[in-house]
């Protein structure tokens, strides 16, 4: 499915959009939308692309061509990769989750109780509040994923973007953090778009994907993309999809015509 | 210098705070303190950031601006603010750009200013005396006009953290998730080497290149050694120099040492302290919690 159609309720809108750094285009041509309440996953090998969309949806990035329209006061609440995270300095837990208040506040506001409430909350909903006194340096892998989906959801998003939030998790860590991910789009109704290169992860949680190859982009519903000559035509090799305890696994071999859905 | 000492007490009979009954002297610990002060404040910054290696090239480019002012007889102090406040703010868009990295950026400042620095000062009569000083520093000639200026730009730098510390450190921590929540983060880059700019050269011009640089780096090394949290790392960073800037300054009197060069090994020397008494708490820690060498 070719997702050129613009629903009223798209909180992002991508004309034909070019993206990339100087001059080259890494990715060219882009027309999708994002509906508000979506949960989409953006796939792709390394180097695709995934990052860079996210950066042009957030604004750091300028296209090289085409336009993005961002439905106006929208809040995006962003949780970069976090190994791109200097861990040198000494930030306790609610330091850092206290930074998602700042892009509420102004820069020469303190916060107040209100904004405490809020924190207090994020920490809750991602189950951190055990640890808000601890250093974040000294924290395992899956609390600092948790960290920083608190300090996204105290800036009270609308719009949560996650960059590969399951690098490095082992399974218990990255089952946690999906299921996470999962409950905050489910109960409190906010929009997701996570950047994976894992494809068990993206379809066992996300509602539509998005592929990224050859400086494009193709986007599917789930259970459309789920089919293993699509997905053996998208990585020029033979791959299988069978379930298992209701999650979906992907795995490379079998032929590229058939598979064992 | 001892000439105004021995018409009061006896050289040998000053005690450690005795020295400083002497009026330059106490001129001298005011300005070593505000000086030193500014610079450990920031320099707690300047190591969180990675950006050391900067402290030293805007301590020579104060240099190249003092030089450069005395070349062209228009006012070295400005000259070196000018030049330290545009190499600083060269320095605050440079990471933009990719194809070279900001450290080699740095690393090619340093070395141009250092050089054009001392062309300028061989070039230059009045320059050539002021050169040597550049280095070691004139702290014990400090001025009640330095003093005055480090003070009011010590206050600006305190009262510019305290509105905007949160800022600071979220945008140096992670810029890019400050800006995706709509943070000016240029705005606070500009603020922060504004700030350090500013502060180096005004304390490189009073105090020297070493007593500034190691102001930058050895106070905040200790309290960072020591301390957890970051109210507790910059109070101790300030701390360190209260307590090194006299204890230097007393030595180079007492032993008629450079006072620059003998605030360094103060600072040297209490990096060392505190580094060995870390290891010895360490291992002793690691016995009692029944380690073993077998």
């Known amino acids: 499915m070719s997702d050129d159609e613009q629903t009223d309720d798209a909180v992002v809108v991508f004309q034909r959009v070019s993206l990339g750094y100087g001059r080259g285009a890494v990715l060219s041509n882009l027309t999708f939308s994002i509906a508000d309440g979506d949960f989409l996953g953006i796939i792709g090998p390394n180097g695709s692309g995934k990052t860079t969309i996210l950066r042009s949806i957030l604004r750091v990035i300028k296209p090289l061509g085409g336009s993005i329209r961002v439905r106006e006061g929208l809040k995006f609440g962003y949780v970069m990769q976090r190994q791109s995270l200097d861990e040198i300095f000494p930030l306790s837990v ?31 909903i991602t189950g951190i509040q055990d640890i808000s006194h601890k250093r974040y340096r000294d924290l395992s892998g899956g609390q600092k994923q948790r960290v920083l989906v608190a300090r996204a959801l105290a800036f009270e998003p609308d719009v949560l973007l996650l960059d590969e939030p399951t690098n490095d998790l082992d399974i218990k860590g990255e089952e946690q953090i999906m299921n996470l991910i999962r409950q905050i789009h489910q109960s409190m109704g906010i929009t997701v778009v996570l950047v994976s290169h894992l494809l068990n992860i993206v379809f066992s949680f996300v509602h539509r994907v998005m592929f990224l190859k050859d400086e494009g982009m193709r986007i599917y519903d789930r259970r459309e993309a789920l089919h293993p000559r699509l997905l053996s035509e998208i990585y020029e090799t033979p791959v299988e999809v069978g379930q298992v305890g209701g999650r979906f696994v992907i795995v490379p071999g079998g032929k590229s015509d058939a598979g064992s859905r | 210098m001892l000439a105004l000492g021995d018409a009061l007490v006896p050289h040998a009979a000053l005690s450690f705070v005795g020295v400083f009954r002497e009026p330059f002297l106490r001129y001298a610990l005011f300005a070593g303190l505000l000086a030193g002060s500014v610079c450990a404040f920031l320099g707690v910054y300047v190591i969180l950031r990675r950006i050391v290696f900067l402290g030293v090239a805007l301590s020579e480019a104060a240099a190249l601006g003092v030089a450069l002012g005395l070349f062209l007889g228009w006012n070295a ?158 109070a101790g960073a300030v701390l360190v120099v209260f307590l090194c800037v006299p204890a230097g300054i007393s030595l180079s009197f007492q032993a008629d040492l450079p006072t620059g060069p003998a605030v360094v090994c103060v600072y040297a020397g209490l990096f060392v302290v505190v580094s060995a008494a870390g290891a010895i708490y360490s291992f002793l820690r690691w016995g009692a919690a029944g380690g073993s060498l077998r």
Do not use: N
């Not at chain 1, 850092?96 to 909350?121: E, T």
């Not at chain 2, 005396?129 to 003093?147: C, K, P, T």
């Not at chain 2, 009011?152 to 009262?159: I, K, M, N």
């Not at chain 2, 800006?179 to 011009?205: D, H, P």
């Open chain 1, 94 to 124: 609610l330091d850092v989750v206290s930074m998602g208040r700042l892009g509420r506040v102004g820069p020469l506001r303190r916060l107040f109780a209100r904004d405490f409430d809020k924190i207090d909350r994020a920490l809750s």
């Open chain 2, 77 to 234: 102090e400005a000259a070196a603010f000018g030049l330290t406040l545009v190499t600083a703010l060269l320095f605050s868009v440079s990471g933009r750009y990719r194809a070279l990295s900001q450290e080699s950026v740095i690393g090619w400042a340093y070395v141009v200013a250092g050089g054009v620095a001392i062309i300028l000062i061989a070039k230059t009569p009045v320059a050539e005396a002021h050169g040597l000083d550049v280095v070691s520093g004139m702290l014990l000639y400090a001025s009640a006009r330095e003093i005055r200026q480090l003070g009011l730009v010590a206050g600006l730098v305190l009262v510019v953290f305290t509105l905007l510390h949160r800022m600071f450190i979220f945008v140096s921590f992670d810029k890019e998730t400050a800006r995706s929540m709509g943070l000016k983060t240029s705005v606070y880059e500009l603020g922060f080497y504004a700030c350090l700019g500013l502060s180096i050269s005004l304390a490189m011009r009073t105090a020297g290149i070493l007593f500034v640089f190691a102001s930058l780096l050895i106070p905040a090394m200790i309290s960072l050694s020591l301390f957890q949290r970051m109210w507790q790392i910059l």
